[in-house]
C-alpha cells in the first residue's frame, strides 16, 4: 500500500546504471517513480516509457507521477559517440535537461541534476573545485556544461552533481571493460596519464538517500548549487586495472601502460580528472569511502548479478523456443 505522506521521487534514465542504483537505494525510503526510454527487464519500481527529448510527453509524464523531487540521469553517456552525433547528443544532455528542468519549474519542485568532470579541460595541476571555469575538450563535455548553465539561469531550486569515472553494476563500465578484455589477452595496455576518482554508483545514490533524507533544507532552498562528489582517493586507468585484476586474483595478465596520445579515440579526454571534494564534505556532510574499497565491494556484487541477468535470458530464450 502506498503511503500518502511518503515523499515522491521520480528518476528519469531509471534502468541506467547510476538510475538503477538510485531507484534500489531510494525505494525503501521514499515513493520512487521512473523515467525511461524503453522496457527495462531489472526495475522494481513502476516506471513509464517516455522520450525525455519530446517536451509534451515529458510533462505529461512527470505530471502524471506528482513528484517531490526530480532527478534527472538520463543523458547520453557514451563519449566517442557523442563526438561524431552532435545533433543527438545535443537533444538529449541539452534539450531534454530543460524539458525536464521546465517542469519541474511549474511544479515548483527540485531538480537533481548529474554533470561531469568533463566540463573542465584537465591541465590544472590541483583538484577542481565547483568555483574553478570550465573549458571542455569533447563534444559531451560541452553538452553537459550546457546543461549545466541552463539549470544554473532557469531552475528554481537545483543541486548539480558533478561526478567523475563512474562504474556500476548495470552497463558498461570500466572495470567491466577490463575483465572482458583480461579473458581474452595476456597483456592489456592501459594510459596511465589520466587521473582521477573511480566513483561506484552505490556511493553515489547512497549520497543521494543522505541528502534527501537529512539536508532536505538544502534539496528545497530556492538556489542552484553545484557540488562535486566522488570516491576517496585517486589512481591513473592503468593502476586502476591492474587493482581490477589483482582483486580477481589475474595475476598471470599484464598491464602495459601507454600514454593517451597513443589512443586514437574521436573523443579527447582531460588528463586531471580529480574533483575537489571539499564542498560536498563541509556543506552535506558526504564523505564516500577510498575508491578501492568500493572496488571490492562492486566486484562479487556484479558477479551476482551477471548470474541472475544470464539465467534470466536463458529462461527467455528457452521461453521464445517454445512459443515458436
Ligand atoms: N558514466 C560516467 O562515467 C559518468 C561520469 C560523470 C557523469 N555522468 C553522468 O551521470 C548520469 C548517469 O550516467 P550513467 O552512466 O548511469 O548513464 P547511462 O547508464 O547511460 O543511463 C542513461 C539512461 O538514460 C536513458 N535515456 C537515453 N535516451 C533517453 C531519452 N531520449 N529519453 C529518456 N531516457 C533516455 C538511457 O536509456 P537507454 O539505455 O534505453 O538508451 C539510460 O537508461 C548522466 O547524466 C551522465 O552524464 C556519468
Redesign the pocket.
Known amino acids: 500500500m502506498t503511503n500518502p505522506d511518503a515523499r515522491k521521487v521520480l528518476i528519469?534514465?531509471a534502468?541506467?546504471?547510476?538510475?538503477t542504483d538510485l531507484v534500489t537505494v531510494l525505494n525503501p525510503h521514499f515513493e520512487v517513480g521512473g523515467?525511461?526510454?524503453?522496457p527495462v527487464v531489472h526495475l522494481c519500481v513502476p516506471y513509464d516509457i517516455?522520450?525525455?527529448?519530446q517536451p509534451r510527453k515529458t510533462r505529461d509524464a512527470i505530471l502524471s507521477h506528482r513528484p517531490h523531487v526530480v532527478i534527472h540521469?538520463?543523458?547520453?553517456?557514451d563519449v566517442d559517440y557523442c563526438e561524431d552525433h552532435h545533433d543527438e547528443a545535443e537533444e538529449?544532455n541539452v534539450g531534454?535537461t530543460k524539458n525536464v528542468v521546465d517542469v519541474c519549474n511549474e511544479l515548483d519542485i527540485p531538480v537533481i541534476f548529474?554533470?561531469?568532470d568533463y566540463v573542465f579541460d584537465g591541465s590544472k595541476k590541483e583538484p577542481y573545485t565547483e568555483t574553478d571555469v570550465p573549458c571542455p575538450i569533447n563534444f559531451y563535455g560541452q553538452t553537459?556544461l550546457d546543461a549545466e548553465r541552463y539549470i544554473l539561469a532557469h531552475a528554481q531550486r537545483a543541486i548539480i552533481f558533478r561526478?567523475?569515472?563512474?562504474y556500476g553494476v548495470w552497463?558498461r563500465s570500466f572495470p567491466k571493460a577490463i575483465l572482458r578484455q583480461a579473458a581474452e589477452l595476456k597483456t592489456l595496455s592501459v594510459v596511465n596519464d589520466q587521473v582521477g576518482r573511480p566513483t561506484y554508483?552505490w556511493d553515489v545514490a547512497q549520497s543521494l538517500l543522505t541528502v534527501l533524507r537529512d539536508k532536505r533544507e538544502c534539496v528545497e532552498a530556492r538556489s542552484r548549487e553545484i557540488f562535486n562528489l566522488g570516491n576517496e582517493g585517486t589512481v591513473h586507468w592503468a593502476d586502476f586495472a591492474r587493482f581490477i585484476l589483482k582483486s580477481e586474483n589475474l595475476n598471470g595478465i599484464k598491464v602495459k601502460d601507454i600514454p593517451t596520445s597513443q589512443l586514437k579515440r574521436p573523443a579527447p579526454r582531460p588528463l586531471n580528472s580529480v574533483l575537489s571534494l571539499d564542498k560536498a564534505r563541509e556543506v552535506l556532510g558526504l564523505q564516500l569511502r577510498p575508491w578501492d574499497e568500493a572496488v571490492k565491494e562492486f566486484l562479487p556484487r556484479w558477479k551476482e548479478v551477471k548470474e541472475v541477468e544470464e539465467q534470466k535470458a536463458k529462461a527467455q530464450a528457452a521461453e521464445k523456443e517454445n512459443i515458436a
Open positions: 528519469t534514465g534502468g541506467g546504471m547510476l538510475g523515467l525511461e526510454k524503453r517516455c522520450d525525455l527529448t540521469t538520463a543523458a547520453l553517456t538529449l531534454a548529474f554533470s561531469t553537459k561526478i567523475t569515472w563512474l552497463g554508483t
